[in-house]
């Protein structure tokens, strides 16, 4: 069996680059130099410093950095990372005429733009000190807060996931300083081109996916919840960040029936699966929809209905207010029983989360789903908004048919008709686009784009940061928390002890409870039986970078939901106490 096309890293990283120092360093690093950056006793005479970079990996229970030479993180830095805003670079060049007509670009405003970006991979090359944002919004302020309270503002001597993010969020402000890019994502034809390459393992999933939406008995609505965890798990490998923006194909099963099949993978990847919770998680998660339906049921026949206020319109008739919910700061119990996605890749793996949703919805399990996205392009391929919108489009009207003659079986009889053709169309997919975009519509799913989910920081820092959104996770059955960066940060981005319990890992972060279901691209996991990181390593000393290895974690802890101790932060004065305008995301 081939293997996805994810380019895989060599074990040890390119010395191609080399990073002016800017601080104090490890002794081990004999191939720092630094570039003559002042004049000293006569012209191009060389500067030796100490290197702030170490030749170890990363040590045990520290943060992920590009310090640590024979890590990921460096090499992520060093290499992947340029090479994809070098993608974006040629990518404006190639393409400079139809994004200058699609925008409304000018000439100038895209050459200022590419030469932004390539400053921007200059500086990170040369491990240059963080510039500040220069745009003048509430959300870039915060940011140039964020960097100027950092105790180390360089590129490879902060934190892996402060650098990746402030490179993205730079990367933003690129477009945003010219009027015509406030709209261009940098991503948008590679995201395209993934979902169009990934067309037939969504056909196959969308005729599997109608067989499971009818009402079932209990177990087989837990078998299917089950498979449909690990369809999302492994199509977590078609991330374009960790490919450099190259198609990622799936694993490649079509040699057995012709059809890449995304069920069979689940079956070919069984060893792989390091930690598989799903079974705990289905159970406890169905429990607690059922325990929460009949709670929030009750309240609201005991609830005093709020007096239905009217208001003024313009023609002087009187128009009813739109209707009114509790304060979230106060409320107690949610208005509605929820699942929360927070999402990492468009394209096929979005596609595969709107599947569980709508399964959680047709069983009844879950009154709406919240999926919470990027507002901004973020690491490649990670969904936007747009993103979201896109897929559901797409998947109404794409066009796939796919005919595989079957070879006839071996022990036929003379004369008898070879079996059926495999059949592959797009007529489910078209019928998923068209109810998806129904529950868009009718507000049971719900997109949400919260500034915290683009920036810098880690998840038991989310209260701290993020008071509000913390509190609106706080109201979801369970969250369902996708890939390796959203991993990285339920963990800290901290090399914790592989045999470390998932809750432990998490440092505190249990807004409700936790599902983490992502494939391994970075070094730091928890969960893990006592030798098992040692034994896959003598297998594949670089099995944490490429993503064929998986874990589905659950954490059913989760803080009691009480009276907020601090003031209704949506609406504010609006708030009038206890009653708050309608939230459309409750
Ligand atoms: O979150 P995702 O899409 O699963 O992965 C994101 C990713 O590609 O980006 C990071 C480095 O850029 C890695 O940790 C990881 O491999």
Not at 289 to 311: C, H, L, R, W
Request: hydrophobic share 35%.
């Amino acid at each position: 069996m081939s293997k996805a096309s994810v380019k895989s890293p060599p074990s040890i990283p390119s010395k191609s680059v080399s990073i002016v120092s800017q601080g104090k360093g490890g002794e081990d690093d004999d191939e720092f130099k630094t570039n003559p950056d002042f004049i000293y006793g006569g012209p191009f005479i060389t500067v030796e410093k100490p290197s702030p970079l170490l030749g170890t990996s990363t040590p045990i229970n520290m943060q992920l950095q590009g310090t640590f030479k024979k890590s990921f993180a460096y090499y992520s830095l060093v290499e992947r990372l340029p090479i994809i805003l070098t993608k974006v670079i040629d990518y404006c060049s190639r393409e400079s005429g139809s994004i200058r007509s699609s925008c409304g670009a000018s000439d100038g405003d895209l050459r200022s733009f590419i030469n932004y970006v390539s400053k921007l991979k200059n500086d990170l090359i040369t491990n240059k000190k963080y510039e500040l944002l220069q745009v003048d919004t509430p959300e870039a302020k915060k940011w140039n807060e964020w960097i100027e309270g950092s105790p180390n503002q360089y590129y490879f001597t902060n934190i892996w996931v402060f650098t990746e993010c402030y490179v993205y969020r730079r990367l933003r402000e690129g477009c945003e300083l010219y009027k015509t890019l406030a709209t261009f994502d940098p991503f948008q034809e590679q995201k395209s081109e993934a979902f169009n390459s990934t067309l037939e393992p969504m056909c196959v999933v969308a005729d599997k996916l109608m067989t499971m939406l009818p009402e079932s008995d209990k177990d087989k609505r837990k078998a299917d919840f089950v498979t449909l965890m690990k369809i999302c798990l492994w199509a977590n490998k078609c991330d374009l960040s960790l490919s450099v923006g190259d198609q990622v194909k799936l694993q490649d099963n079509e040699h057995t029936t012709g059809i890449m099949d995304p069920f069979q993978m689940i079956t070919d990847l069984k060893d792989k699966l390091l930690v598989d919770d799903t079974g705990k998680a289905a159970d406890q998660i169905i429990t607690k929809a059922e325990n929460m339906a009949k709670t929030i049921e009750g309240a609201s026949v005991t609830a005093v209905t709020p007096v239905a206020s009217k208001a003024a319109t313009a023609e002087g008739g009187e128009e009813p207010e739109p209707p009114k919910i509790p304060c979230p700061a106060k409320m107690t119990i949610p208005q509605a029983v929820m699942f929360d996605i927070v999402c990492d890749n468009a394209g096929y793996e979005l596609f595969a989360d709107l599947c569980l949703a709508h399964f959680l919805v047709s069983q009844k399990i879950v009154q709406k789903v919240r999926f919470h996205v990027k507002k901004i392009p973020w690491f490649v391929s990670d969904v936007t908004p747009k993103d979201f919108q896109y897929v559901i489009d797409q998947c109404r009207s794409a066009r796939y048919d796919k005919k595989v003659p079957q070879a006839p079986k071996p022990d036929a009889a003379e004369g008898e008709a070879p079996p059926e053709p495999l059949v592959v169309s797009a007529d489910n997919l078209h019928r998923l686009g068209d109810q998806w975009t129904q529950y868009v519509a009718d507000g049971i799913f719900i997109v949400m784009s919260d500034d915290f989910w683009t920036s810098p920081h880690v998840y038991k820092d989310m209260k701290k940061y993020d008071y509000n959104l913390y509190r609106k996770l706080q109201y979801a059955v369970a969250i369902m928390f996708k890939g390796d960066l959203n991993y990285r940060k339920l963990l800290g981005e901290r090399n914790c002890s592989s045999v470390l319990g998932f809750e432990a890992a998490l440092q505190g972060f249990i807004p409700a409870p936790i599902l983490a279901v992502r494939t391994v691209k970075a070094e730091l996991i928890c969960g893990l039986p006592k030798g098992k990181a040692d034994q896959i390593s003598k297998i594949d000393p670089d099995w944490m970078r490429k993503g064929d290895y998986g874990v589905i974690h659950f954490c059913p802890k989760a803080e009691p939901l009480k009276v907020a101790d601090r003031p209704c932060l949506d609406y504010g004065d609006k708030c009038r106490g206890t009653i708050c305008p309608t939230h459309n995301d409750l």
